[in-house]
């Protein structure tokens, strides 16, 4: 299991956990959120996406690393905010996020239509080695996936950025972690004090793990990227460049894997039409009725 965890570069820089464990102090904390005044957002369904662009998103992660605000950010697509219609926890640590970037291409898409030119795809995949490229001083932890995929995955950005500066990586049971076990961790990934902390976990649960845990992880953002590990491991190969720019890289994945995603992409797709043709209905519904009064 990877696990080359380095030394701090100030004692103060993260905030211990005090009395109870993780889970229970950050319950009781329902309404803070990661502070980002300059992130304007659009609704998709129940969610509220950032209007923003993989330059804009780098920028604004690096910011909150310097002012030490930590955070985290969501990558959305169409299977987070069919999810989130009915899984309130997920909609609202969607909504309260750092950003809530438009990882899939159809939310981007929405946006166009809408006359909001300035958004732009986020991709996790793309974004990844985006990040490790603009800012290289920062310090960059892999909390996720498997033992073998983290060690590919390290091999990997250690050949394309030599001068990486990897601060640990863990990959944890599929099991739910005990309170012990989850303090434990915590404290692992504070005592290597990175930067910023990749999270593949797969959503929702990399989304609901780092609501639980940002702050206590602070001054680092949180990413939640999901399969951005097993792409840039090469585990998993991306679709084509055509593909990608078409709204078709579900369906490069589809035929990849059928068994684990058809019915995540041909349900999910499916709902996500018609709830926004339901919602579309009923706007125009109450537009008319305003108008008739």
């Given at each position: 299991m990877p696990n080359n965890e380095s030394a701090a570069r100030s004692p103060d820089a993260r905030r211990p956990i005090k009395g109870g464990s993780p889970a229970d102090s950050v319950d009781r904390r329902q309404t803070a959120v990661p502070d980002n005044p300059t992130d304007?957002?659009?609704?998709?369904?129940d969610c509220l996406i950032s209007r923003t662009s993989i330059?804009?998103?780098a920028k604004s992660v690096i910011e909150h690393v310097d002012s030490k605000?930590?955070?985290?950010v969501c990558f959305s697509n169409v299977h987070t905010v069919v999810t989130a219609r009915k899984d309130i926890e997920l909609r609202r640590i969607t909504n309260e996020s750092l950003l809530s970037v438009p990882d899939g291409m159809p939310l981007s898409l929405i946006a166009r239509w809408r006359g909001l030119i300035d958004v732009q795809r986020v991709p996790g995949p793309t974004f990844m080695p985006y990040l490790i490229e603009r800012a290289r001083d920062l310090r960059h932890y892999f909390y996720g996936s498997t033992p073998e995929t983290l060690d590919r995955l390290l091999t990997a950005l250690r050949q394309q950025f030599p001068e990486i500066a990897v601060a640990g990586a863990f990959s944890p049971p599929?099991?739910?972690l005990s309170t012990d076990e989850a303090r434990a961790v915590i404290a692992r990934i504070q005592a290597?004090?990175?930067d910023v902390i990749w999270v593949g976990l797969g959503a929702p649960k990399q989304e609901k793990w780092m609501a639980r845990y940002w702050e206590h992880l602070r001054p680092a953002v949180l990413?939640?990227?999901g399969a951005a590990f097993d792409m840039q491991a090469a585990v998993v190969p991306r679709a084509p460049k055509w593909m990608q720019c078409t709204s078709l890289e579900?369906?490069?994945r589809l035929g990849r894997e059928p068994r684990r995603l058809a019915r995540r992409y041909l349900v999910t797709n499916s709902l996500f039409l018609y709830y926004l043709f339901a919602d579309a209905t009923r706007r125009l519904s109450e537009i008319a009725a305003?108008?008739?009064r």
């Open positions: 304007a957002r659009f609704r998709v369904l330059e804009r998103a605000t930590g955070g985290y599929f099991k739910e290597s004090r990175p990413l939640g990227v579900w369906l490069y305003t108008r008739g």
